[in-house]
């Protein structure tokens, strides 16, 4: 049976975009498949009383099963309000990443999602456009919101594979906008997803002359960066020092998200630093710990490095701590 989001005490995405534009942040987008990281994502950001998107993916559907993620992030509204010291919780959206068909969006829609992403970005544009308005129209009635996207990330996006970055153009962003409706619109400026974004001696440089443009053209538009993990180095070496083999990964340098959060981006996806963060705890306590068997010991220490690196990018990368309610 079909349920709306604003039942599961969920938001959609628009209040929280109109105060990151207005108030200079970003609102963090993070990934969850699992019960630990939906309890770090909900404890950082109610402790740094940030807002929050939770995104499922296509891969945490096909892992975790939709339901019981749909239900998570239900319990996270109750959990936040539970554990914030005056009951009011954080606002919370859920989001589907990369969505790809207009079934699995009515679908998402239909199940509790409060903003969808449909990434048409692979399309020639005319038919992106007609994909993108097709879902804006559907979703409207249910006042859920939605983000498309604009250019292509080099690396795997929605089990596509590109080569090289298309970037997006900034002549084309007010007439998609425009014609579609969407809420928000996912760029292609340098990032890309995963943990090797760059290679070796390669400069790790996003576009910002290009997010500059973009901005020219639709001012006080949400714009969404994907691929914005930074891979701290600091937990690379805990993973390599550990038995891990993660040489060579590299990610946006935080300076970089930060100069695009000043600038138009009011939407950023992280999800690769959670891995790293959680994979470098559980390598770091079962090497030291050797006895230990029960996943509670080692999934508790997971579960803290990754509600630290969130209070970490809400603080000094989002600006997005304190803005949970404006
Ligand atoms: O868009 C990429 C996200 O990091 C999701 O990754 O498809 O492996 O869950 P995933
Ligand atoms: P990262 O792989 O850089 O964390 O990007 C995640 C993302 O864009 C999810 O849509
Ligand atoms: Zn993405």
């Known amino acids: 049976m079909a349920v709306s989001y604003k039942e599961l005490g969920l938001v959609n995405t628009k209040e929280m975009f109109k105060n990151a534009v207005s108030g200079g942040f970003a609102v963090p987008a993070f990934n969850f498949n699992n019960l630990e ?48 010291k005056d009951g009011k919780g954080i606002p919370i959206a859920l989001n589907l990443d990369h969505g790809d ?5 009515k679908d998402c829609i239909d199940f509790g999602f409060s903003n969808v992403m449909i990434d048409g970005s692979h399309l020639p544009y005319e038919e992106n456009i007609a994909l993108t308005k ?16 604009l250019g292509v990330l080099a690396g795997i996006e929605d089990e596509v594979e ?28 340098g990032t890309s997803h995963g ?3 760059f290679k070796p001696g390669q400069q790790p440089k996003i576009r910002l002359d290009i997010l500059e443009e973009i901005e020219k053209r639709i001012p006080g538009f949400c714009i969404v960066m994907h691929g ?16 891990g083999k993660m040489a060579d990964a590299i990610g946006i340098p935080e300076e970089q998200i930060r100069k695009s959060v000043e600038s138009a981006v009011c939407k950023v996806n992280i999800d690769s630093d959670g891995r790293i963060a959680m994979t470098a705890a559980i390598r770091k ?17 997971a579960r803290e490095s990754l509600k630290q690196l969130y209070i970490h990018k809400c603080t000094n990368v989002l600006n997005s701590a304190g803005k949970a309610w404006m």
């Open 162 to 189: 590109a080569e090289e970055h298309v970037y997006t153009q900034p002549e084309e962003v007010e007439d998609f906008t425009q014609k579609t409706g969407v809420d928000s619109l996912a760029i292609s400026i």
């Open 228 to 243: 914005s993990s930074s891979i701290p180095q600091d937990m690379v070496k805990i993973i390599n020092q550990y038995g």
């Open 134 to 149: 097709k879902v804006v129209d559907y979703a409207k009635d249910f006042d859920v919101t939605v983000e498309g996207e």
């Open 37 to 84: 990281q939906m309890q770090a994502i909900v404890q950082g950001c109610v402790e740094c009383q940030s807002p929050v998107i939770l995104q499922v993916s296509k891969g945490a559907r096909a892992y975790a099963n939709q339901t019981l993620l749909r239900y998570l992030a239900q319990g996270a509204v109750e959990y936040s309000k539970e554990i914030s």
């Open 285 to 301: 306590h079962l090497t030291e710990n050797p006895q230990d068997f029960d996943p509670r010991q080692y999934l508790k220490p």
């Open 101 to 105: 068909s207009f079934e699995t969006i």
């Open 195 to 197: 943990a090797f974004k």
